[in-house]
C-alpha cells in the first residue's frame, strides 16, 4: 500500500485530540514534534480499516465525485490576524493530505504578504502574495479570500480529500482513540472515555459500511461484487431464550464477519 493512500490528515486527527489533551502544558509543542507521528497512526488505523472493507469495496476507497477541501483553519498559535475563508481542490491531482501555508510578512511588496504551500505527501506547492491569486497543482486560493493580518512565520492549514468525509471520520476517530490510548492521561480522566467513545463510533460506521443487508449507498466507492450464500448454522436455545450455542468461531460476526481486534 502506498503511504500516500491516507483516509484522513493529521488536522483531523489533532482536532479530536486536543477535545481533551491541551497542547499548552505537558504536552505543549505535541503538533511541531509529532505531525508525522500521527500520520504513522493513520497509515496503521487506515490498514486495519482496508482490510475490513476490501471484500465489499474497491482496494483504493478514493472517488473523483468526493474531492473535497476542508476550511483553512489558522494555528492557534499564530500571532497575526491573518485568514483564509476558502481554497479549492484540483479535481486532477488531488490526494487526501494537509497542506500547510506559511507567510513570511518580512517579504512584503505591493501585492502584499508573501507565503508558501507545501503538502504533507506532495510537498512543495507553490507559493504567492494575498493580494494575488494562487493556483498549484493541488490547490487554489483567490485573493478575495484572504483577510486579516499575518505575522511572520503564521501558519494556516487546508485540508484535502480524495475520499467521502465518512470514512475520514472513520479513520480520524481510530488514530485520535489510538493516540489518546498511548498517552499518560492521569490529568486527564476524560480522555480515556473519549478515546473508547471515539472508536466505538468509528466501528459502528465501519460495520454499517459493510452490512450485507444494506441496500443504502452511504459512500460512492464501488462496490465489489459479491455472491453471498446463506450458511445453515444449527443452534441451541435454553429454557429462558439464551442462545447457548457453541459455535466453532467464537469471533463469527453476523453483521462484519470478523473484526477480532476490536470485539
Same mark, same amino acid.
Given at each position: ?39 504513522? /497512526?493513520?497509515? %496503521? +488505523?487506515?490498514? @486495519? ?8 469495496? *474497491? #482496494? $483504493?476507497?478514493? =472517488? ?23 481554497? /479549492?481542490?484540483? %479535481? +486532477?491531482?488531488? @490526494? ?8 513570511? *510578512? #518580512? $517579504?512584503?511588496? =505591493? ?23 494562487? /493556483? ?16 511572520? #512565520? ?110
Amino acid at each position: 500500500m502506498a503511504v500516500t493512500e491516507l483516509l484522513s490528515t493529521e488536522l483531523d486527527v489533532y482536532n479530536k485530540v486536543v477535545m481533551v489533551v491541551s497542547d499548552t502544558g505537558e504536552h505543549a509543542g505535541t503538533w511541531e514534534r509529532s505531525k508525522e507521528a500521527i500520520r504513522n /497512526t493513520i497509515a %496503521t +488505523t487506515d490498514g @486495519i480499516i482496508r482490510t475490513v472493507l476490501k471484500l465489499v469495496y *474497491s #482496494t $483504493t476507497l478514493t =472517488s473523483a465525485s468526493a474531492i473535497d477541501c476542508g476550511f483553512p483553519q489558522p494555528w492557534s498559535g499564530n500571532s497575526g490576524t491573518g485568514t483564509i475563508r476558502l481554497a /479549492t481542490a484540483n %479535481t +486532477t491531482n488531488t @490526494i487526501t493530505q494537509l497542506f500547510t501555508l506559511t507567510y513570511e *510578512s #518580512t $517579504t512584503y511588496e =505591493s501585492t502584499g504578504s508573501y507565503y508558501t504551500c507545501v503538502g504533507s505527501i506532495t510537498g512543495s506547492d507553490g507559493n504567492s502574495y494575498v493580494a494575488s491569486d494562487f /493556483t498549484g497543482s493541488y490547490l487554489s486560493i483567490l485573493s478575495t479570500y484572504h483577510g486579516g493580518s499575518p505575522s511572520d #512565520t503564521d501558519v494556516i492549514f487546508i485540508p484535502t480529500y480524495k475520499n467521502e468525509r465518512m470514512l475520514v471520520e472513520i479513520s480520524s476517530s481510530l488514530a485520535a482513540s489510538a493516540i489518546l490510548q498511548s498517552l499518560y492521561i492521569a490529568e486527564n480522566p476524560n480522555a480515556e472515555d473519549f478515546s473508547q467513545r471515539l472508536k466505538e463510533s468509528a466501528l459502528d460506521m465501519l460495520k454499517t459500511l459493510v452490512d450485507p443487508n444494506s441496500n443504502t449507498e452511504l459512500i460512492t466507492v464501488a462496490r465489489t461484487s459479491r455472491n453471498i450464500n446463506p450458511i445453515q448454522v444449527d443452534y441451541e436455545i435454553d429454557e429462558i431464550g439464551n442462545d447457548v450455542t457453541n459455535y466453532a468461531a467464537r469471533e463469527w460476526s453476523s453483521v462484519v464477519g470478523s473484526i477480532p481486534w476490536w470485539g
